[in-house]
């Protein structure tokens, strides 16, 4: 049975493998991207995202059976407040309504192996908070105090712990959407190439996120646990956080973190 799905940096990536994935298996995708999609708009801006949520439920008509949101920057600046926790928290806020009036209603976002490794707290606690202007702000100091690095893997390791209470919280479970997470290791994309091209990057990727496991990935691997974490066969996976990273986390965090 054909379900409509929305999935959001959908030109490349990750979200390019993931609509040839679901369109091959009958799913009508609703694309949002800032080219090339059915709903082009800057997920960077507060009015960019309304917007997308505006145009997904007019497109679905109030029904929306998955959302998937793959958008995000590598760019280490403020931009990542924006787009990689806003871009993702705003977007399944809003659509809430359209996931909850499905009967299979299934959500997932991209995360980050990034996630595990050191991050800002206070930029953590101001994104869990919601108060994107003060997180924009905090993430320009950290630029100007030399440690833009830390923005990523903060935005990514607010995105779990948002969706590990989000997905137990009233309108969720209890109205039959799971909300999961993955967190990919290194996987070979557009926004990667730069990193993957350059010996002395390449090195300390390596060794940051060890990939013991077949190396780094195509899009398709983590485009593949997408598909299924937003089909109906999923009915009890929920406020997980799912690394496809090659064994990355394992390789990096003790067996008694568990």
């Given at each position: 049975?054909?379900?409509t799905?929305?999935?959001?940096?959908?030109?490349?990536?990750i979200?390019?493998?993931?609509?040839?994935?679901?369109?091959?298996?009958g799913?009508?995708?609703?694309?949002?991207?800032?080219?090339e999609?059915?709903?082009?708009?800057?997920?960077a801006s507060?009015e960019g995202r309304?917007?997308?949520?505006?145009?997904i439920?007019?497109r679905?008509d109030?029904?929306?059976?998955?959302?998937v949101?793959?958008?995000?920057?590598?760019?280490?600046?403020?931009?990542m407040?924006?787009?990689n926790?806003?871009?993702?928290?705003?977007?399944v806020?809003?659509?809430q309504?359209a996931l909850?009036?499905?009967?299979?209603g299934?959500?997932?976002?991209?995360?980050?192996?990034?996630?595990?490794?050191?991050?800002?707290?206070?930029?953590?606690?101001?994104?869990?908070?919601g108060?994107?202007?003060?997180a924009?702000d905090?993430?320009?100091?950290?630029?100007?105090?030399?440690?833009?690095?830390?923005?990523?893997?903060?935005?990514?390791?607010?995105?779990?712990?948002?969706?590990?209470?989000t997905?137990?919280?009233?309108?969720?479970?209890?109205?039959?959407?799971?909300?999961?997470?993955?967190?990919?290791?290194?996987?070979?994309t557009?926004m990667?190439?730069?990193?993957?091209?350059?010996?002395?990057m390449?090195?300390?990727m390596?060794a940051?996120?060890?990939?013991?496991?077949n190396?780094y990935?195509?899009?398709?691997a983590?485009?593949e646990?997408?598909?299924w974490?937003?089909?109906?066969?999923?009915?009890?996976?929920?406020?997980?956080?799912?690394?496809?990273?090659?064994?990355?986390?394992a390789?990096?965090?003790p067996?008694?973190?568990?």
């Amino acid at each position: 049975m054909s379900r409509t799905i929305a999935v959001t940096g959908s030109a490349s990536g990750i979200g390019a493998a993931l609509v040839r994935i679901l369109e091959a298996r009958g799913d009508r995708v609703i694309t949002v991207d800032r080219v090339e999609a059915d709903l082009v708009v800057d997920l960077a801006s507060a009015e960019g995202r309304a917007a997308a949520v505006a145009g997904i439920t007019e497109r679905c008509d109030g029904v929306l059976d998955g959302l998937v949101t793959c958008a995000g920057t590598s760019v280490p600046s403020p931009l990542m407040v924006e787009v990689n926790y806003a871009g993702t928290v705003e977007l399944v806020e809003g659509l809430q309504p359209a996931l909850a009036a499905s009967e299979a209603g299934r959500v997932a976002v991209v995360g980050s192996i990034s996630g595990t490794q050191p991050n800002d707290p206070e930029l953590v606690d101001l994104l869990l908070a919601g108060r994107t202007a003060a997180a924009t702000d905090r993430a320009a100091a950290l630029v100007e105090q030399g440690a833009p690095t830390r923005i990523y893997p903060s935005t990514k390791a607010a995105i779990a712990r948002w969706a590990r209470t989000t997905c137990i919280a009233p309108g969720w479970a209890d109205a039959g959407v799971p909300l999961n997470v993955i967190a990919p290791g290194v996987i070979l994309t557009p926004m990667s190439a730069g990193l993957v091209d350059d010996p002395r990057m390449r090195a300390v990727m390596d060794a940051a996120v060890p990939m013991p496991l077949n190396g780094y990935a195509e899009p398709e691997a983590p485009a593949e646990l997408l598909a299924w974490l937003v089909s109906e066969a999923n009915s009890h996976v929920t406020g997980q956080v799912i690394y496809v990273d090659g064994g990355a986390e394992a390789t990096l965090r003790p067996a008694e973190h568990y």
